[in-house]
């Protein structure tokens, strides 16, 4: 089997865009499987540096096949953008080498409005969002009411399907003080740009089951993290998608006997960027430098990401869930200099010990971490490629690391430079 899941491990940014650029290499086909234009990927080849919100990271080489799964939902404005900003870039994209879910769920301006209606209303539970309506389309495909993309080359079943979102969206705006949607507007936003997007429609399960039969390597990237699944995740404070590596198959349409090899991305600290329980958060000294040097920063919003020490409890669990074979490490350079290093290894609640992370959110609130402390390292770990080049407290913090979460490093990422990458194990091939 030589296909690869990549999810993130963490709350999302773990460096994933790299990690999944290097694997594209050795990849035919590259799976978008969930999650939508919230994620925010960055892939630095060369001197230039692509920042990719929806479409897949394999978009950027030539030659590889790019899917945009069912799972994901599409913001057509959104994407078009991307691609224009993409050739602007000088890459080539058709419907040659980009496939979009015929059956994909679409977000439309009335779901941007949504999430900034609940994100600004004084009652209810701030999240956080990056308020892109992505919960919204989420909620209307649950709902059974959304628009998907095949929708948009039926111009009855388009109005039709337009009328009963609008009645669900109108009776929440109003409730909100909001005014009702224009739909004159709406429908003529959504016919102009539908053309762009029918050339791009395809059942792209029928091309990853040809992709399986063929042999052709396919790989799947999961967007966010996943403690920010909607089931296993800090719930409320999640995105609206599984970000896990099970939902590759159900958001793809390929069975999940084909999936492979799980890989976790796993920053070698913590980061979260949003509301939400984070028992490790260090909002002294160490928590602002670690922002500063790992220059933490969203990709989409440009938010400032809250940072903490290494939480192997978390990931523990998110191996379990996962079903992770092995992770790839990334950002232990941010690490360098520090006198010493705290890792969590579990949690105290209630004068009881828990080695997981409890569901209920009151006891997320008030868990303390128990930590082990281990030896920092002066010399500098950025841009190492094997691993006789690492200090060997840094290679003691990895092995406790593996230890702790139960799973081994496959790569060792050292700077965002795809090559500056120490390969324990390929992926491709388990
Ligand atoms: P939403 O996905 O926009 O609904 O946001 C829900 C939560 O997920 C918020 O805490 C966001 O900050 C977080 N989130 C969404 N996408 C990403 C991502 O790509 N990286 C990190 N956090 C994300």
Redesign the pocket.
């Given at each position: 089997m030589s296909n690869v899941v990549v999810v993130?491990a963490q709350?999302?940014?773990e460096g994933k865009g790299k990690i999944v650029d290097w694997l594209s290499l050795r990849a035919d086909v590259v799976v978008r499987f969930q999650?939508?234009h919230?994620?925010?990927?960055t892939l630095v080849i060369g001197n230039n540096v692509y920042k990719l919100s929806l479409l897949p990271s394999g978009i950027v080489r030539p030659g590889k096949m790019s899917v945009i799964g069912n799972g994901v939902v599409v913001d057509p404005w959104a994407l078009i953008a991307e691609i224009e900003k993409l050739r602007g870039q000088g890459v080539a994209i058709s419907p040659a080498n980009l496939k979009v879910a015929d059956n994909a769920v679409l977000i439309l301006p009335l779901h941007r409005d949504l999430?900034g209606l609940r994100e600004d209303a004084a009652n209810g539970v701030k999240?956080?969002?990056?308020?892109?309506?992505?919960?919204p389309a989420y909620e209307d495909k649950i709902g059974r009411r959304a628009i998907r993309v095949c929708d948009l080359a039926d111009r009855a079943m388009l109005e039709r399907k337009l009328d009963g979102l609008l009645s669900h969206h109108n009776a929440l705006r109003r409730g909100f003080g909001a005014p009702e949607a224009d739909r004159a507007a709406l429908l003529a936003e959504i016919e102009a740009i539908a053309p762009q997007i029918l050339e791009y429609a395809a059942p792209v399960w029928l091309e990853l089951d040809e992709a399986r039969r063929t042999g052709r390597r396919i790989l799947f990237e999961g967007?966010?993290?996943s403690l920010?699944d909607v089931d296993h995740g800090t719930y409320p404070?999640?995105?609206?998608?599984n970000t896990m590596a099970g939902s590759a198959a159900a958001g793809s349409g390929l069975g999940p006997g084909s999936l492979g090899y799980i890989l976790g991305i796993v920053k070698a600290y913590t980061?979260?960027?949003?509301?939400?329980p984070f028992p490790t958060e260090l909002v002294d000294g160490v928590g602002q430098w670690l922002g500063e040097k790992g220059r933490e920063f969203?990709?989409?919003?440009g938010?400032k990401?809250r940072c903490g020490w290494f939480d192997a409890a978390l990931v523990r669990q998110s191996v379990k869930l996962n079903g992770i074979h092995g992770i790839a490490l990334t950002k232990l350079d941010v690490l360098d200099g520090l006198d010493e290093l705290k890792i969590c290894t579990g949690y105290e609640l209630n004068g009881k010990r828990l080695d997981y992370f409890p569901a209920a959110m009151a006891d997320q609130a008030a868990v303390t971490p128990v930590y082990e402390t281990l030896e920092g390292w002066k010399d500098s770990t950025q841009g190492a490629r094997s691993w006789v080049d690492l200090p060997a407290t840094a290679v003691k913090y990895v092995r406790r690391v593996e230890e702790l979460i139960g799973a081994p490093v496959a790569l060792l990422s050292t700077s965002p430079e795809r090559d500056d990458t120490i390969l324990m194990k390929d992926p491709f091939e388990d």
């Open positions: 993130g709350w999302g940014d999650g939508g919230n994620a925010g990927h999430d999240i956080g969002t990056t308020r892109r309506g992505i919960g967007a966010q993290g920010l404070y999640v995105t609206s998608s980061t979260r960027v949003g509301e939400g969203g990709v989409v919003t938010r990401r």
